[in-house]
Antibody, heavy 122, light 107 residues
């Protein structure tokens, strides 16, 4: 089945960087964009950006421009999200998800990874 | 950016109830609207896309409707596993924004 499995929880100090991985299985990795969405404790969902595994093109939400970098390694079907300059406001669960629309017109996120908790604390 | 609003932020219901959750967008998004369910401690799950298309494997007690700026998610005969938070998301234009969520609680 289609599955996204993320790396484990991280604890970082303010100013540090974090890199979260997302390993895909059960489908052709280069055929679908990977999106990253985060959720602060008790809060809603916030889109961060996407990467196209076919070619590596990216697009980032304006809020994260200059601080986020999304990459991938097609040899191991894995996408990565690196966020730098961490502050306590970046404490959140970070999810990867797939744009499942294929050739259809309606973007939709399915499935989702299990989430990676990133805690920023001094 | 397109703002998505989901009043109220929570509602109480009983098993077997019919529940309607609303979502409003700040501009016309035609039918580019998705619904997700998130149970505590788990990742969101896609329920409805294109405002009214049921995702494969989702029970038929879930349905979506609406177009333009006003949308609803309906659950007929609420089941115990349906107590969760529901988010709408517009898929019309970037940045892809979500509503703040509606939590369905046990009455």
């Amino acid at each position: 089945q289609v599955q996204l499995v993320q790396s484990g929880a991280e604890v970082k100090k303010p100013g540090a960087s974090v890199k979260v991985s997302c390993k895909a299985s059960g489908y052709t990795f280069i055929g679908y964009y990977i999106y990253w969405v985060r959720q602060a404790p008790g809060q809603g969902l916030e889109w961060m950006g996407w990467i196209n595994p076919s070619g590596g093109g990216t697009s980032y939400a304006e809020k994260f421009q200059g601080r986020v970098t999304m990459t991938m390694d097609t040899s191991i079907n894995t996408a990565y999200m690196e966020l730098s300059g961490l502050t306590s406001d970046d404490t959140a669960v970070y999810y990867c998800t797939r744009d499942a629309r294929g050739s259809a017109s309606h973007l939709r996120f399915d499935p989702w990874g299990q989430g990676t908790l990133v805690t920023v604390s001094s | 950016d397109i703002q998505m609003t989901q009043p109220p932020s929570s509602l109480s219901a009983s098993v077997g109830d019919r529940v309607t959750i609303t979502c409003r967008s700040s501009q016309n998004i035609r039918n580019f609207l998705n619904w997700y369910q998130q149970r505590p401690g788990t990742a969101p799950k896609l329920l409805i896309y294109g405002a009214s298309s049921l995702q494969t494997g989702v029970p038929s007690r879930f349905s979506g409707s609406g177009s333009g700026t006003d949308f609803t998610l309906t659950i007929i005969s609420l089941q115990p596993e349906d107590f969760a938070t529901y988010y709408c998301q517009q898929s019309y234009s970037a940045p892809w924004t979500f509503g703040q969520g509606t939590r369905v609680e046990i009455k």
